[in-house]
């Protein structure tokens, strides 16, 4: 089956870099997701690694590793909006995701 | 262009009644998901549509549950004889494409409470 694992929440100072980890298990991997989701909001889609690497997007970027099982977002120049739950997922075959339990992010002025 | 809807926004019902919840897609997406999240928790994926089929219902917890979509656009999701364990947000998702790992645009929601 396929599993994510990802801490349950990170703290950071407004202005720093934070990382927020992802690790996985799946018998076929497709790639993995970053969405964003603030409190009561709906989730909205970050970013999506199917090869190995660095992607950046302004102040997102998302790392891949597929011979570790393993993903990073790395948000900077942390804002108060940035607060909210990040979410990796694993698309299944070819239109199902597989979500982690979130990460929540709080940031500090 | 407006993004995907959701309603009602909240729904409040007793145990055992029916319940009938709405999605309206992205005009043109013809990839249609329906999750249930609990607070606090991940999204749990209950079923797909491309256009009007739906090849996947896995992830439907119990034949109380079920969904439809016609004329590849509006959905409704119904669950009959609702428990209290289906409190939930009810999110409705739709893609231009059918792949997973691309941008699915997410509905406000639909948060229903099972009295």
């Known amino acids: 089956g396929q599993s994510l694992e990802q801490p349950s929440e990170v703290t950071a100072v407004e202005g720093a870099i934070v990382q927020i980890n992802c690790t996985y298990q799946t018998s076929g991997f497709y790639g993995l997701s970053w969405y964003q989701q603030h409190d009561g909001g709906a989730p909205t889609f970050l970013s999506y690694n199917a090869l190995d690497g660095l992607e950046e997007t302004g102040r997102f970027s998302s790392f891949l590793s597929r011979s570790d099982s393993y993903g990073y977002l790395l948000l900077q120049e942390l804002q108060m909006k940035d607060s909210a739950s990040y979410f990796c997922a694993l698309p299944r075959s070819n239109y199902q995701l597989i979500w982690g339990a979130g990460t929540k992010l709080i940031i500090k002025p | 262009g407006a993004g995907v809807s959701q309603s009602p926004s909240n729904k409040v019902t007793e145990k055992g009644k029916d319940v009938e919840l709405r999605c309206d897609p992205i005009?043109?997406?013809?990839?249609l998901y329906w999750y249930r999240q609990s607070l606090g928790q991940g999204l749990e994926f209950l079923i797909y549509f491309q256009g009007n089929s739906a090849p996947d219902k896995s992830g439907l917890p119990s034949d109380r549950f079920s969904a439809e979509r016609t004329g590849g656009s509006v959905s409704t999701l119904t669950i009959q004889r609702t428990q209290q364990e289906d409190s939930a947000v009810y999110l409705c998702?739709?893609?231009?494409?059918?792949?997973?790992?691309?941008?699915?645009?997410f509905g406000p929601g639909t948060r229903l409470t099972v009295l």
């Open positions: 005009s043109g997406h013809t990839a």
């Open positions: 998702a739709s893609s231009s494409r059918d792949r997973g790992g691309d941008e699915q645009f």
